[in-house]
């Protein structure tokens, strides 16, 4: 009786694994306008996509448990979960409510006015890592550093890594920047997404930030992530990431997906440091 138990709920498991692809659109919950590039997967599995242009997603669950959480995110809104096994798929319209936050005031002296300092590695190596490819848009994978603070107080102005080939037309990434909590990646401290563009054969790539009024004096962890990518008709279209030259050991975290659980140095290292205007005491 047991086994025949076993027998019938293991098929089950299978029947609703079965083509179970959810399809939507994410939205703002105030405006109902479409929300772009919403970072969405099953907390902790590599099963994560991000929502396109006009906010519309397509997530493949057949590998989900139908009691893992699938998550919904966007820098600016509260995230929303669900039960994968509660989702109702005949109705895939996700509304994220929106945050506020205030910008920190900040004070500079004339003589705090020249000095900048960058935090990272700023020296790229010869060595890549990359691929050249077809697909159009990103799935929420990040790759980046855990950047040290030796009791600094700064501003932060800008971050900027390296592209050792860029052959593709062009490139829409998306910058990340979070708290480092216990060596492992934190809360998002940006108060609105930060996404930049890089052209063919750009080398360093610079994401402004400093209008979010960002005071830094504890360690961060500086990410970046593929968005979208609009590949050369002619050409042999490579994107290849640059690895840090002489970074410290015990610094690199990656993830394949949107949710997906961080790995510490299954990556190398690669070529990144922010801008950092000083403030006193």
């Known amino acids: 009786m047991k086994a025949l138990i076993l027998t019938i709920l293991l098929g089950l498991t299978s029947i609703w694994a079965m083509g179970q692809t959810y399809s939507g659109m994410v939205v703002d919950g105030q405006s109902k306008e479409a929300i772009a590039y919403a970072n969405i997967g099953v907390l902790n599995k590599n099963l994560g996509v991000i929502s396109r242009p006009d906010g519309r997603f397509s997530i493949d669950l057949s590998l989900a448990d139908p009691s893992d959480s699938l998550a919904f995110s966007m820098i600016g809104y509260a995230p929303f979960y669900v039960v994968v096994g509660n989702l109702n798929f005949e109705k895939g319209e996700v509304a994220l409510q929106p945050t506020s936050y205030e910008l920190s005031t900040i004070e500079v002296s004339d003589k705090e006015r020249a000095k900048f300092e960058k935090f990272g590695v700023t020296k790229p190596s010869k060595t890549t890592t990359g691929h050249s490819g077809t697909d159009e848009f990103g799935f929420g994978g990040e790759w980046g550093l855990k950047i040290g603070n030796q009791g600094q107080r700064y501003w932060l102005q800008d971050v900027q890594f390296h592209l050792r080939f860029n052959t593709v037309d062009s490139v ?58 609009w590949y050369s008709e002619d050409g042999e279209n490579h994107l290849y990431f640059t690895h840090a030259e002489k970074a410290p050991k015990g610094m690199t975290f990656s ?17 990144i440091f922010v801008n950092g205007r000083l403030l006193g005491d």
Not at 255 to 271: C, I, Q, R, T, Y
């Open 255 to 271: 993830k394949g997906s949107s949710f997906d659980s961080w790995k510490l140095n299954e990556k190398p290292p690669v070529a």
């Open 172 to 229: 829409l990434f998306r910058v990340n920047i979070y708290s480092a909590e216990a060596n492992v990646p934190g809360p998002s401290i940006l108060h609105e997404p930060i996404f930049v563009t890089a052209r063919k054969k750009e080398k360093w790539i610079a994401a402004d930030v400093a209008e979010q009024h960002l005071i830094i004096d504890s360690d961060l962890i500086v990410t970046y992530e593929v968005i979208r990518i």
